[in-house]
């Protein structure tokens, strides 16, 4: 039996098609598609991988605006499709979508039945596209918002092709559970629990070698129905990074290369330096498990960086190949120790390079000065609060003192801090909103965090431990019961999840919050518009004066003038300093009248101070 197979189909995993759904950001080639598709061709030198971005052909049909107003918003863009596969639920849904809608300056007047016939048309059209017959497998990268998206094209191409072998991975699938989506959703044939590149190779050997998937749940990594739910967990993943080769592009290319040319862009190019969590991996040894509200590391096992060389060898390739110069690293964190080294071999490229990547708060000054010089203009940092009490509670692993520290810096570099601030964190309480507002007034010359609530993900350490976090319940978050059948929410486990805690009594603890934070966008926003804004709290340095601007609402600027030894204080703690390291600095000076000194500057907002540590608020210009 198995010898017939092996004569009739092996020709056809010689050609497969990886394929990447909407709603990503559409002006980013997939790095997991890239990835993968330059992995399988180093390895497998006579297959063909075509690397799919149909969200691009989506994003066109439906104008790049309303694409990314909904990219952004993770329940609104499973809608989408959801109303596709499910069309007798699509009143409930459409509904669903315009009340979550009803304020979003770009989709609030969106005909939904529109939009839906728009992202249909440009899928199926999309799909038709491609030789389906000639192609074995195709194998689909399912990340944030893609899931609906994803199970509808795999449906279509199923209709096409009935005997392709159909494949599912991604961060939204990956997790112990992730068998379950093989009992509910028959077109899907397999699944890669964790990193794709090992799991799906071996799997394309093995069916050129067997013609079928009946015997790969062999495979570590690759599911199957054959395998037991038990061991599905298994991971089979890269023991180290340097066998990725620069990520291949070419198919976004090509097909951004189709757009009339008002609708052509130059694209920002995704590059990997690790993959994991090295605070997640330190944190592990100590026996907690990182962030306790992270699961995006749940499709790794631990962590990995690559060598700083061949990262700024794919920067060089990258730009070099398409002619653009903006990068964001989708690391979920940069290297602590290794990113200096990386950043300064980047300078060296001598490229106008843009770049975005997400850093610790405890990244120092220098590191971030080498980032910034090497073309690093936008950072997400994992501040997520302002109040030590409740970072300890999310297992951060940072004070709100570094917080401040990192946010100073950015705006003095210049960087663009687009970072966040969570709110209703289950367990937090009044004394953690208490010092987050008191910490607010300090921060309130920087840029703006963004408010974002949390939500509970499946496989955080807060999903793991809920008693800990005054968590009675867990279950699927109930918007699943609108875009999917009973069937589906009662057998699958969904990343994002709902818990019966006490969330009623964090929405109203962290209201005084909320407004505080209009507030400070408010007051950013108003002396950012004036004529040559500049930091809103900044000093010149006169050699052996100092002076401090403290830019206002309405009004003149307040200036304060330091001398002497006053200044030299204040220059010190430009870095945070404990009181031992200032007093042992100016022995000189009687220790009352150093406290004097600095609790007059921390009551006029231009020191902060956490715990016998002290930090000079303003910026030089
Ligand atoms: S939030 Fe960031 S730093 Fe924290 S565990 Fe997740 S990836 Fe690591």
New binding site residues.
């Given amino acids: 039996m198995k010898k017939n197979r092996i004569r009739q189909f092996p020709s056809r995993f010689k050609h497969i098609c990886l394929m990447s759904t909407p709603w990503p950001l559409f002006k980013r080639p997939s790095i997991q598609l890239g990835s993968l598709k330059s992995f399988l061709n180093n390895e497998l030198k006579d297959t063909r991988v075509d690397a799919a971005c149909i969200y691009l052909n989506v994003a066109h049909a439906t104008g790049y605006d309303v694409y990314q107003a909904i990219s952004k918003r993770t329940w609104p863009a499973e809608s989408v499709y959801a109303a596709l596969l499910y069309p007798e639920r699509f009143d409930a849904i459409e509904q669903f979508f315009r009340k979550k809608m009803h304020r979003n300056q770009v989709l609030a007047s969106v005909d939904f039945r529109e939009l839906v016939q728009q992202a249909k048309d440009a899928t199926d059209a999309a799909i038709k596209q491609i030789n389906w017959h000639d192609i074995g497998l195709v194998g689909f990268s399912v990340c944030l918002c893609q899931l609906t998206s994803s199970l509808y094209a795999v449906r279509q191409i199923k209709k096409i092709s009935p005997d392709i072998i159909t494949l599912f991975g991604g961060s939204t699938i990956s997790n112990p559970f992730c068998r379950s989506y093989l009992d509910v959703f028959q077109d899907i044939d397999v699944i890669v629990n964790g990193e794709g590149e090992l799991p799906l190779l071996r799997l394309l050997t093995h069916l050129e070698k067997y013609g079928s998937i009946e015997t790969a749940h062999t495979i570590d990594g690759v599911v199957t129905r054959g395998l037991s739910p038990k061991l599905a967990h298994v991971f089979f993943q890269l023991p180290h990074l340097e066998r990725l080769a620069t990520p291949d592009y070419g198919d976004y290319f090509k097909i951004l290369g189709t757009f009339p040319p008002d609708k052509q862009f130059f694209p920002t190019l995704p590059v990997e330096s690790s993959r994991g969590?090295w605070?997640?991996g330190a944190a592990i040894e100590k026996r907690t498990k990182?962030?306790a509200f992270?699961n995006?590391?749940l499709q790794w096992s631990g962590y990995r960086q690559r060598a700083s060389a061949s990262v700024v060898h794919d920067i060089n390739v990258l730009t070099e190949r398409h002619q653009t110069l903006s990068m964001a690293f989708m690391d979920?964190?940069l290297p602590a120790k290794a990113s200096e080294k990386l950043f300064s071999e980047l300078g060296r490229l001598n490229r106008d390079l843009k770049m975005f990547a997400e850093i610790?708060a405890s990244t120092s000054l220098k590191t971030l000065a080498k980032m910034h010089s090497a073309g690093m203009i936008e950072v997400q940092v994992?501040i997520e609060a302002l109040s030590t009490k409740l970072l300890n509670k999310m297992c951060k692993g940072t004070t709100a003192i570094q917080n401040m520290a990192i946010m100073k810096n950015c705006e003095a570099l210049g960087i663009q801090n687009v970072s966040n601030l969570m709110l209703h964190f289950p367990g937090s309480d009044e004394a953690d909103v208490t010092e987050t507002l008191q910490n607010l007034d300090f921060a309130m010359s920087f840029r703006p965090l963004k408010p974002v609530n949390f939500w509970l993900g499946l496989g955080s350490p807060v999903w793991q431990n809920p008693r800990q976090f005054h968590i009675k319940s867990i279950s699927n978050h109930p918007h699943y019961h609108t875009l999917f059948p009973e069937h589906v929410t009662k057998n699958v486990q969904f990343s994002i999840q709902a818990y019966r805690g006490d969330q009623l009594r964090q929405r109203k603890l962290w209201k005084p919050v909320e407004k505080k934070i209009h507030t400070w966008n408010r007051f950013y926003a108003d002396l950012q518009r004036q004529p040559s804004a500049g930091p809103i709290l900044s000093y010149q340095d006169g050699g052996r004066f100092l002076i401090i601007r403290q830019r206002r609402r309405n009004t003149d600027p307040l200036q304060h003038r330091l001398t002497g030894t006053s200044r030299e204080i204040y220059l010190y703690c430009s870095d945070i300093r404990s009181i031992r390291s200032i007093k042992l600095r100016f022995p000189e000076l009687p220790g009352d009248k150093l406290m004097l000194f600095l609790k007059m500057m921390i009551g006029k907002g231009l020191m902060f101070e956490e715990k016998g540590r002290f930090l000079s608020l303003a910026v030089r210009v």
């Fill in positions: 969590c605070w997640q990182g962030c992270c995006l590391n979920n964190v610790r994992g």
